[in-house]
């Protein structure tokens, strides 16, 4: 064995491979059984001898208590399930005096099901959106306006304290009220109310497993993508961290790694380029040579560039993503050209990869966006420029559990309000007023807005949520900021100026919905998604 090593390693030193002393030739006996042949060594890829595992996101589930709801809820709880909230709340108190039974048994709790698809990332304490659903051998009547207390997320179809908790959950309950038919008050969401508890990294799995191999191929990434981003655990698997120039394009990371020639040289290089940028102008399937001519680095530049000459718009994108990548100012000119033009079909993909890469130079094309005519475009925009902490939205915390962000740098007026991440209220255009001469009320008339002709304020009313005959009013002015933290923001007897109502985010982008839709407020209203969770069914 030592002599055929030994041999090997002439072999592939002759050829300009650089390989460490007494490894095997690279290939040699792998790739699902096949033996690859010298002759076919030199378009040999990583991917040929791996398996990429890179998890997306995993199902979890769990119970849990919700509370504050004034009378909605139920005492009726599953033996087992009763057995579990027990030792699990009991955990959570530092105080065991307090009687847990009582509290599952109050009509102001509810025992719900949690589940959520937690993202599969490379970091910790990452947040997810929840949907929550009332078990349904109990009497809970509504979730509105309850509190998730806490839970423990597992995989799906397990349970128990025993079993290893994924994630954990907490939050209001969100009840969609901006859909046309009638609200089931019995299913609702915690936006962003799930937390990652581990790290999820990638993993490439040897085909045929060979500490040498294994080992060549780490010390080619770290090469490669600089650090030590790489390390091989075993003979036969690596761990890969996504660099951070790759954070926000992980899927993209995982086709370069895969598209890396494990034999490198100049004159290999050079013909793999022209190869490759060949096929970038032709081929139908034109995902694969990007990825492949990003792998290969900077050697390709002067291919790419030429090929922003192409008549395909296609072409021009993909080489001016690739350039952009590795840093050369021609990718940016023509992401941005391609971005701007209202015609284009590419634009979307080119305002993804400007927030990629450029700092300030894409943010200020991401600005210019925002007043752009395509509303879908003009979003997205906003959420790449949410991402880069951008100086043009400026956020405050409203009632402590949604931001409220304000966009000047448009003329035109839009209201946009998420329902899945981050809750949020977005106002472009701002500031946005309201007119007078208004009478507006929720649609179960515990909130209303009046304001009369000519009046210098608003009037805000709710009605009070545990004494049913009292209402609260208080004042504001006809800037829709302001209404929304009078409605929203804690009652604070101490600090007057940013006293509220309470007034739940659920029923707040309900009323802002209907102020639109009555020309109250002479905006655009734009609803995000809600959260893509499977259905929840009786377990």
Do not use: W
Request: net charge positive.
């Amino acid at each position: 064995m030592k002599n055929l090593r030994t041999k090997l390693f002439l072999i592939l030193a002759a050829a300009s491979f650089i390989f460490p002393a007494g490894c095997k030739q690279p290939g040699a006996g792998m790739g699902n059984g096949k033996t690859f042949p010298l002759k076919a060594e030199s378009e040999t890829t990583i991917g040929d001898l791996t398996e990429v595992f890179s998890p997306q996101t995993i199902p979890v589930e769990g119970y849990a208590l919700v509370g504050e709801l004034n009378g909605k809820g139920s005492s009726q709880c599953p033996p087992s399930i009763r057995q579990y909230l027990k030792q699990y709340i009991l955990k959570q108190l530092s105080d065991g005096s307090q009687s847990v039974d009582h509290l599952i048994n109050s009509h102001d709790t509810a025992v719900v099901l949690v589940r959520g698809q937690m993202p599969a990332s490379a970091l910790r304490r990452v947040h997810f959106d929840l949907k929550v659903v009332v078990l349904p051998e109990t009497q809970t009547t509504s979730l509105e306006g309850g509190i998730l207390y806490g839970a423990e997320l597992k995989a799906v179809g397990s349970f128990g304290l025993s079993v290893k908790t994924l994630a954990s959950a907490q939050g209001p309950i969100y009840i969609d009220k901006l859909v046309s038919q009638p609200v089931n008050p019995k299913v609702g969401y915690i936006l962003n109310g799930g937390t990652a508890l581990n790290t999820y990294g990638i993993r490439l799995e040897l085909r045929q497993p060979d500490f040498a191999v294994a080992g060549f191929i780490r010390d080619l990434l770290n090469k490669r993508f600089g650090g030590n981003c790489v390390k091989a655990v075993s003979k036969g698997m690596l761990r890969l961290q996504v660099p951070d120039k790759y954070k926000r394009q992980k899927d993209r990371f995982i086709d370069i790694v895969k598209l890396m020639y494990l034999r490198q040289g100049l004159e290999l290089n050079k013909q793999r380029i022209m190869t490759l940028a060949t096929k970038l102008a032709v081929s139908p399937d034109k995902k694969s040579s990007e990825a492949a001519l990003e792998a290969i680095g900077k050697e390709s530049a002067d291919k790419l560039i030429a090929l922003l000459n192409s008549s395909n718009e296609e072409v021009r994108l993909r080489a001016g993503r690739c350039l952009l990548n590795m840093g050369v100012e021609a990718g940016f000119r023509v992401l941005r050209q391609i971005a701007l033009d209202a015609t284009s079909m590419y634009r979307q993909e080119a305002l993804e990869a400007l927030s990629n890469g450029a700092g300030r130079r894409s943010a200020a094309v991401l600005r210019e966006l925002l007043s752009d005519s395509d509303t879908d475009i003009k979003l997205s925009a906003y959420e790449e420029l949410r991402k880069l902490d951008d100086i043009s939205i400026s956020k405050n915390i409203v009632g402590n559990n949604f931001l409220l962000e304000e966009i000047a740098a448009t003329d035109d007026k839009m209201i946009y309000v998420s329902r899945s991440g981050q809750p949020r209220i977005a106002l472009f255009g701002a500031p946005v007023f309201c007119r007078d001469n208004i009478f507006i009320q929720s649609q179960d008339g515990d909130i209303t807005l009046n304001a009369a002709k000519g009046q210098q304020y608003l009037s805000v009313i709710r009605r009070h949520p545990q004494k049913f005959s009292v209402n609260l009013q208080l004042r504001s002015n006809f800037n829709l900021s302001n209404i929304i933290r009078t409605l929203c923001d804690k009652p604070s007897p101490e600090d007057a100026s940013f006293s509220g109502l309470g007034v739940s985010y659920a029923d707040a982008v309900a009323i802002l919905q209907k102020m639109c839709n009555k020309g109250v407020v002479e905006a655009e209203f734009q609803a995000g998604p809600l959260p893509k969770i499977g259905l929840i069914v009786k377990k």
